[in-house]
């Protein structure tokens, strides 16, 4: 098996994500009726990457939000205060924890990146360059296009159409397995959402976490308030043997010594619980000043 695999206390975490997509879809008969529920609570954000269409959602997912309220203004956007403030709110407490621990896609990444028979990759040459992609996924698909969409009068959620391989999976592959009349219905855009989503999960069986690394907006979103965020990476210097340890077990592919404040990192823990030293803390509070004493890079 894997080492990046052997990190004990992981059960934990993956325990945490699974109550954590429990609690975002406990409505979980609407994947038999092929329905979609319909309470009053599903326009109320929730944290992770979770799909409004899920049939068992009783939220809505934040980047879903964001395109909807930027394109609900007939011919002129509305400034979608609700989600921003959202979004501000939970990036300035968690960051990119939500990411490592609540996010139902992200649980499905890590599930099947622990399937053995398959040579793991951590990083390949280059690689760091992909990861800017989230950020053009993030401005064009997910604000360009919405607003583009507004100033004509229509309302279209480009990632959700094009991209999120959440939805699709949660949503739109149920919804069509439950009802055998939309099947007749099927575009080229369904299939071409399927082809992501596969493509996505091959990946995920020899690299950690791809779409997180590559092409999540709301990554890319709370990634951008790690530096600040009260759940942080504590790393003590002056106890650290320099094993590389924490460098192994990291499923953002990141070295957790020198980017302890990267936009990467998803404070799931690993790196923490792999150290032999206790140089690595995952904290929630105000920063110590010895939190920064190294330079961190994306």
Known sequence: MDRAKRVKGEWKRLTVQAAAFLLMNPKLHHFFLGTIEQGKTKSVCVPGLNCYSCPAA????PIGSLQNSMSSGYKKPAFPFYVLGFLLLFGLTLGRWICGWLCPFGWVQDLVYRIPFFKKIRTFPYE???RWLKYAVLGVLVIGLPLLSAFRGV???????????????FGGIPLVLANPSLRGQLGFLFWWKVGVLLAL???????????????????????MFNRIALVHLRFENDKCVNCGKCETVCPMGIDPR???NSAECIRCGRCARSCPVNALHVRFGLRMKDDSHKKSTI
């Open 58 to 61: 009783i939220g809505a997912c």
């Open 128 to 130: 760091r360059f992909l």
């Open 155 to 169: 309302l279209v959620p480009w990632f959700c159409k094009l991209l999120c391989p959440s939805g699709t999976l």
């Open 201 to 223: 999960l091959l990946l995920s069986l020899l690299i950690s976490r791809p779409f997180c690394r590559y092409l999540c907006p709301l990554g890319a979103i709370y990634g």
């Open 258 to 260: 020198k980017q302890f």
